[in-house]
């Protein structure tokens, strides 16, 4: 198993749509194809990403509520649990993420001890790498939901971004060959330390303010 592949354990939401071979979640559309399920997720993303533009302001301080609202929007014409924490088992690459009985409690210390801290997102390019980092991490590490957390994480970081005046961020540093020192920064943030992912967030800002 590859470190992109999740493992999981559990009921409906480990189901896979009947005539995927187990390659596609059972999902609203009766979609069997994987490039096509990650084409329209990916169209319903942007649509999202356009809607939250509109919707949170500069002075919006997020709450878990919010999470669960925007997964909800992205993906609830797709998977009837969109916005539901999940109900099952996952880890990825050996590494466990937080267990289903814990991760409403889990979210509601994220949503008063991160994102009333982080929220809205102000200061320095420095500063505002290091609150995107620690939100993103922690988000990460709860991964609330049964499919889309590192996407919906991402969509956050981009709105953070927004608030502290930066333009739409590039996640290039994320993706590709990049994916092994993204994935140990996640997991570096197990002790809190959210300094690899700091500078993976650094690094994207610059990139951002490039191409703007």
């Known amino acids: 198993?590859?470190?992109?592949?999740?493992?999981?354990?559990?009921l409906d939401e480990a189901q896979f749509q009947p005539g995927s071979n187990?390659?596609?979640?059972?999902?609203?559309?009766?979609?069997?194809?994987?490039?096509?399920?990650?084409q329209?997720?990916?169209?319903?993303?942007?649509?999202?990403?356009?809607?939250?533009?509109?919707?949170?302001?500069?002075?919006?301080?997020?709450r878990a509520e919010d999470i669960r609202a925007m997964h909800r929007h992205w993906l609830g014409d797709i998977y009837p649990?969109?916005?539901?924490?999940?109900?099952?088992?996952?880890?990825?690459g050996g590494f466990p993420f937080a267990a289903p009985a814990f991760i409403s409690k889990l979210m509601s210390a994220f949503e008063q001890e991160i994102l009333a801290r982080h929220t809205p997102c102000r200061g320095s390019d420095y500063t505002v790498a290091e609150s995107l980092a620690i939100v993103h991490v922690e988000l990460v590490l709860i991964?609330?939901?049964?499919?889309?957390?590192?996407?919906?994480?991402?969509?956050?970081?981009?709105?953070?971004?927004l608030q502290?005046?930066?333009p739409m961020l590039v996640f290039d540093e994320m993706e590709?060959?990049?994916?092994?020192?993204?994935?140990?920064?996640?997991?570096?943030?197990l002790g809190q330390d959210y300094q690899p992912m700091q500078e993976i967030f650094r690094k994207i800002i610059a990139q951002s303010r490039n191409e703007a």
């Open 40 to 62: 329209v997720e990916t169209h319903a993303l942007l649509r999202t990403t356009e809607a939250m533009l509109d919707h949170f302001d500069q002075n919006h301080r997020f």
């Open 176 to 189: 590709g060959e990049r994916r092994e020192t993204y994935f140990a920064a996640v997991q570096a943030g």
């Open 81 to 92: 649990w969109a916005g539901n924490y999940r109900q099952v088992m996952m880890s990825k």
């Open 143 to 161: 991964h609330p939901f049964r499919e889309g957390n590192g996407r919906l994480a991402r969509l956050l970081a981009i709105l953070m971004g």
């Open 22 to 38: 187990e390659t596609v979640l059972k999902n609203l559309l009766g979609i069997t194809r994987r490039s096509e399920l990650e």
């Open 164 to 166: 502290a005046g930066l």
């Open 1 to 10: 198993m590859t470190a992109d592949r999740y493992t999981t354990s559990g």
